[in-house]
Protein backbone atom coordinates (compact mmCIF):
# COMPACT_ATOMS: atom_id res chain seq x y z
CA UNK A 1 0.00 0.00 0.00
CA UNK A 2 3.39 2.54 0.65
CA UNK A 3 4.08 1.77 -2.47
CA UNK A 4 1.41 3.16 -4.37
CA UNK A 5 1.17 6.65 -2.29
CA UNK A 6 5.16 6.68 -4.01
CA UNK A 7 3.81 6.28 -7.43
CA UNK A 8 0.70 8.06 -7.06
CA UNK A 9 3.15 11.50 -5.59
CA UNK A 10 5.37 10.51 -8.60
CA UNK A 11 2.77 10.44 -11.22
CA UNK A 12 1.50 13.98 -9.83
CA UNK A 13 4.79 15.61 -9.53
CA UNK A 14 4.80 14.44 -13.36
CA UNK A 15 1.36 15.83 -14.12
CA UNK A 16 2.29 19.25 -12.98
CA UNK A 17 5.34 19.57 -14.80
CA UNK A 18 8.35 19.78 -12.76
CA UNK A 19 10.23 17.23 -14.23
CA UNK A 20 10.02 18.57 -17.45
CA UNK A 21 11.68 21.93 -16.26
CA UNK A 22 14.72 20.06 -15.14
CA UNK A 23 14.81 17.93 -18.24
CA UNK A 24 14.78 20.92 -20.52
CA UNK A 25 17.23 21.97 -18.23
CA UNK A 26 19.65 19.38 -18.77
CA UNK A 27 18.97 19.18 -22.45
CA UNK A 28 19.71 23.50 -23.03
CA UNK A 29 22.72 22.32 -20.64
CA UNK A 30 23.91 19.50 -22.63
CA UNK A 31 23.29 21.26 -26.11
CA UNK A 32 25.55 24.50 -25.11
CA UNK A 33 28.25 22.25 -23.86
CA UNK A 34 28.15 20.08 -27.57
CA UNK A 35 28.31 23.52 -29.25
CA UNK A 36 30.79 25.20 -27.29
CA UNK A 37 33.16 22.35 -27.61
CA UNK A 38 32.04 21.89 -31.39
CA UNK A 39 33.94 25.84 -31.43
CA UNK A 40 36.87 25.42 -29.20
CA UNK A 41 38.28 21.81 -30.18
CA UNK A 42 38.86 23.00 -34.12
CA UNK A 43 40.48 26.26 -32.49
CA UNK A 44 42.84 24.02 -30.29
CA UNK A 45 44.05 21.61 -33.38
CA UNK A 46 44.93 24.40 -35.26
CA UNK A 47 47.11 26.13 -32.37
CA UNK A 48 44.63 28.96 -31.96
CA UNK A 49 44.28 28.42 -28.26
CA UNK A 50 46.44 27.05 -26.28
CA UNK A 51 49.82 27.25 -28.10
CA UNK A 52 52.98 26.20 -26.43
CA UNK A 53 55.62 28.93 -27.25
CA UNK A 54 57.65 27.63 -30.05
CA UNK A 55 61.50 27.70 -27.63
CA UNK A 56 62.05 28.02 -24.44
CA UNK A 57 65.00 29.39 -23.22
CA UNK A 58 67.28 27.93 -20.13
CA UNK A 59 69.11 30.80 -19.75
CA UNK A 60 66.91 33.86 -18.75
CA UNK A 61 68.22 37.62 -20.82
CA UNK A 62 67.97 40.14 -18.88
CA UNK A 63 67.84 42.89 -21.14
CA UNK A 64 71.35 43.89 -21.37
CA UNK A 65 74.34 42.46 -23.03
CA UNK A 66 76.94 40.60 -20.83
CA UNK A 67 80.55 42.60 -20.66
CA UNK A 68 83.55 40.27 -21.33
CA UNK A 69 83.70 39.53 -17.53
CA UNK A 70 80.15 38.32 -17.37
CA UNK A 71 80.45 35.82 -19.94
CA UNK A 72 80.55 31.82 -18.05
CA UNK A 73 84.65 30.46 -18.55
CA UNK A 74 84.15 26.87 -17.93
CA UNK A 75 88.23 26.79 -17.71
CA UNK A 76 88.37 29.56 -15.54
CA UNK A 77 84.92 27.75 -13.02
CA UNK A 78 87.80 24.43 -12.81
CA UNK A 79 90.37 26.28 -11.75
CA UNK A 80 88.08 28.26 -9.31
CA UNK A 81 86.98 25.39 -8.24
CA UNK A 82 90.06 23.36 -7.74
CA UNK A 83 91.27 25.78 -5.78
CA UNK A 84 88.33 26.00 -3.71
CA UNK A 85 88.74 22.54 -3.04
CA UNK A 86 92.78 22.89 -2.47
CA UNK A 87 93.75 20.82 -5.39
CA UNK A 88 96.94 21.99 -6.62
CA UNK A 89 98.01 22.08 -10.29
CA UNK A 90 100.52 22.58 -12.72
CA UNK A 91 98.39 23.00 -16.01
CA UNK A 92 94.93 22.66 -17.71
CA UNK A 93 94.50 22.56 -21.30
CA UNK A 94 91.07 21.65 -23.19
CA UNK A 95 91.05 18.93 -25.54
CA UNK A 96 87.76 18.18 -27.41
CA UNK A 97 85.08 17.73 -24.60
CA UNK A 98 87.89 17.17 -21.89
CA UNK A 99 90.44 19.08 -19.28
CA UNK A 100 93.40 17.31 -19.33
CA UNK A 101 94.89 18.90 -15.93
CA UNK A 102 98.15 17.90 -14.71
CA UNK A 103 98.27 18.15 -10.75
CA UNK A 104 101.39 19.16 -8.79
CA UNK A 105 102.60 16.07 -8.17
CA UNK A 106 102.72 15.28 -12.30
CA UNK A 107 99.45 12.78 -11.74
CA UNK A 108 97.64 13.52 -15.43
CA UNK A 109 93.40 14.12 -14.39
CA UNK A 110 90.61 14.25 -17.33
CA UNK A 111 87.73 15.94 -16.34
CA UNK A 112 84.86 15.39 -18.56
CA UNK A 113 83.48 18.64 -19.53
CA UNK A 114 79.80 17.66 -19.98
CA UNK A 115 80.02 16.32 -16.34
CA UNK A 116 79.17 18.12 -12.94
CA UNK A 117 83.15 19.24 -12.19
CA UNK A 118 82.28 19.97 -8.57
CA UNK A 119 81.06 15.85 -8.32
CA UNK A 120 84.42 14.99 -10.25
CA UNK A 121 86.51 17.36 -7.74
CA UNK A 122 84.58 15.27 -4.72
CA UNK A 123 85.59 11.73 -6.74
CA UNK A 124 89.25 12.87 -7.66
CA UNK A 125 89.46 14.17 -3.20
CA UNK A 126 87.71 10.74 -2.39
CA UNK A 127 90.00 8.55 -4.63
CA UNK A 128 93.48 10.31 -3.80
CA UNK A 129 92.55 10.06 0.14
CA UNK A 130 91.79 5.82 -0.76
CA UNK A 131 94.84 5.14 -2.36
CA UNK A 132 97.23 7.40 0.19
CA UNK A 133 95.60 5.17 3.12
CA UNK A 134 96.71 2.13 0.51
CA UNK A 135 100.37 3.18 0.18
CA UNK A 136 99.18 3.81 -3.79
CA UNK A 137 99.64 6.11 -6.42
CA UNK A 138 97.74 6.70 -9.87
CA UNK A 139 99.72 8.20 -13.09
CA UNK A 140 96.45 9.26 -15.12
CA UNK A 141 92.82 9.56 -13.77
CA UNK A 142 90.17 9.66 -16.67
CA UNK A 143 86.65 10.74 -15.62
CA UNK A 144 84.91 10.81 -19.45
CA UNK A 145 82.92 7.54 -18.16
CA UNK A 146 80.48 6.74 -16.04
CA UNK A 147 83.12 5.03 -13.82
CA UNK A 148 86.61 7.04 -13.29
CA UNK A 149 89.23 5.17 -14.94
CA UNK A 150 92.51 4.99 -13.10
CA UNK A 151 95.73 3.62 -13.94
CA UNK A 152 97.90 3.09 -10.87
CA UNK A 153 101.51 3.77 -10.52
CA UNK A 154 103.99 0.51 -9.91
CA UNK A 155 105.22 0.98 -6.38
CA UNK A 156 108.47 -0.89 -6.34
Do not use: H, W
Not at 24 to 43: D, V
Not at 130 to 150: A, C, Q, W
Request: a positive charge; glycine letters at 8%.
Amino acid sequence: MARSKKVKAIQSKRAKGRYKKIGKFFLYLGSFCIIISGILYPLYVFGVIFKEPPYTSPIPFGGSIASGSDVFNPLQALKSSLQKSGVRYKSITYTGGEYVTILSTGQEVDFAANKNIVDQIASLQLITTRLTIEGKRFSRLDFRYDKPVMEVENTR
